[in-house]
T-cell receptor, first 114, second 114 residues
Framework: EPEVTQTPSHQVTQMGQEVILRCVPISNHLYFYWYRQILGQKVEFLVSFYNNEISEKSEIFDDQFSVERPDGSNFTLKIRSTKLEDSAMYFC????????????FGPGTRLTVT | KQEVTQIPAALSVPEGENLVLNCSFTDSAIYNLQWFRQDPGKGLTSLLLIQSSQREQTSGRLNASLDKSSGRSTLYIAASQPGDSATYLCAVSYMDTGRRALTFGSGTRLQVQP
């Protein structure tokens, strides 16, 4: 069964460094999402992406964040200058353009900023 | 602000018991509601999706119901097993989110005792 994959599973970085989290959505999906979950807190929406552009973003998704679909398979989240508070599990999700619009989630990347 | 609330926050039951997890949401203008399972440190596994026009969905021992007018959904687990131990998350897609971003509850942590 097709699934969303994410790499790396765990990333450790120093404060101020740039990180890129990678996702490979399910191949026939058209809509892509990033969510994050700070330890012990709710899963929060960051951004949605469709037709090579951001279609919606939350207040968390500030200028430090960017997303890209550099080729036909990958979907990336870049954090330009990481802060301690960016430490979280980051989930990628994707869906088709068809009802019922079910989102499928990847296993997540745990980002630790030291 | 659109909020999703789940009660109880934690639940411990003996094996074999039937149980109900609750989810409530503000704003009845929802598009769909998804129930997810999350194992510790892992990703989100979609269990059931209910569209706003539906009243319930069933998958194996799981049954999810939706009452839009009261802003409630329940997840019923029949004949619980130790393997059901996990955190169960409820997530709502609201009509006014153009690309169907999900708003998550904080989850119910379920422990099924053998």
């Amino acid at each position: 069964e097709p699934e969303v994959t994410q790499t790396p599973s765990h990333q450790v970085t120093q404060m101020g460094q740039e990180v890129i989290l990678r996702c490979v959505p399910i191949s026939n999906h058209l809509y892509f999402y990033w969510y994050r979950q700070i330890l012990g807190q709710k899963v929060e929406f960051l951004v949605s992406f469709y037709n090579n552009e951001i279609s919606e973003k939350s207040e968390i998704f500030d200028d430090q964040f960017s997303v890209e679909r550099p080729d036909g398979s990958n979907f990336t989240l870049k954090i330009r200058s990481t802060k301690l508070e960016d430490s979280a599990m980051y989930f990628c999700a994707s869906r088709t353009g068809f009802i019922p619009y079910e989102q499928y989630f990847g296993p997540g990347t745990r980002l630790t900023v030291t | 602000k659109q909020e999703v609330t789940q009660i109880p926050a934690a639940l411990s039951v003996p094996e074999g018991e039937n149980l109900v997890l609750n989810c409530s949401f503000t704003d009845s203008a929802i598009y769909n509601l998804q129930w997810f399972r999350q194992d510790p440190g892992k990703g989100l596994t979609s269990l059931l999706l209910i569209q706003s026009s539906q009243r319930e969905q069933t998958s194996g021992r799981l049954n999810a119901s939706l009452d839009k007018s009261s802003g409630r959904s329940t997840l019923y687990i029949a004949a619980s097993q130790p393997g059901d131990s996990a955190t169960y998350l409820c997530a709502v897609s609201y009509m006014d989110t153009g690309r169907r971003a999900l708003t998550f509850g904080s989850g119910t942590r379920l422990q099924v005792q053998p």
